[in-house]
């Protein structure tokens, strides 16, 4: 099951300013077929990345796992964990790709205990390539399934990694990501890390913002300067609901859930917007 990262707050996002639509260009300078758009601001949002279920009566816009197919009639985000090895996937990629997997001097796998996720390892040119022979199928099932964005989980990956991933690892990771999606005409999310800079986030390719509890760490603001409202906001306490809804719930697609996100008839289903 996909999992968000809801408590991961040290960073978050902002660059540079999304263009509404774009178009992938060959390099021969022509334009291509392929063209995306982000989702529309201020849209009614739903965010089922745990479990896929009917949406409810005016959401428009709604994230789901890359497993899972795409609601009909709505813009669909495709979720993907792009930075590291989901839980149950463990034993695949250790078995299948090891060198994918990030290890500390001593040769010991680096996790991200909070998930008990693996760190993948981006950290060079070649295994950014092996990375995107595995990562770019999940991006052509995304598109041949009919989903238009992409939120490629865990951006801030690199905080978690020792020291032994840099930001720039991570943007020039997700650049080649937003190339290969773009050219698939799948607009690309940046999934939270708000402190990376406007610079950084146009290397990286970003359209828009999918950002966590921005309003319970006062960060809405840093996402907004960069995508105006193509920013989505998924809350999951209360009060920052509360906050989010009366401070950017006029301009942006604000959105609050249980933080197992979980499907409507569980004891735990929580979904409101603003």
Known sequence: MALHRFHKRVLAAAA????????????????????????????????????????????TVVSRDHDASPAAGLYNICYINAFQAQTADASWWKTNHPDLLLHDAK????????????????????????????????????????????????????????GLLTQAHAVAYAAALSSYAHGKGLAVGQKNDADLSSASAHQAG???????????????QNYTATYGNHVIVIEYSKSGYTKACNSVGRTLSVVQRDVDVTAPGSGSYVFKTC
């Open 206 to 220: 970003f359209d828009f913002a999918v950002a966590e509890e921005c309003a319970d760490y006062d960060e809405c």
């Open 107 to 162: 040769g010991n796998l680096v996790i991200d205990k909070d998930w008990n996720e693996i760190l993948l390892d981006y950290s060079t040119a070649a295994k950014r390539t092996g990375l995107m022979g595995i990562v770019g199928g999940w991006i052509d099932g995304c598109a041949s399934k009919g989903f238009k964005g992409l939120e490629p989980d865990n951006l801030d990956a690199y905080t978690r990694s020792k």
């Open 16 to 59: 540079v300013a999304a263009v509404a639509v774009g178009v992938a260009v060959a390099g021969n300078g022509t334009a291509e077929a392929a063209t995306w758009a982000p989702p529309p601001g201020n849209a009614t949002f739903d965010y089922q990345i745990g479990q896929a279920y009917t949406p409810p009566a005016g959401v």
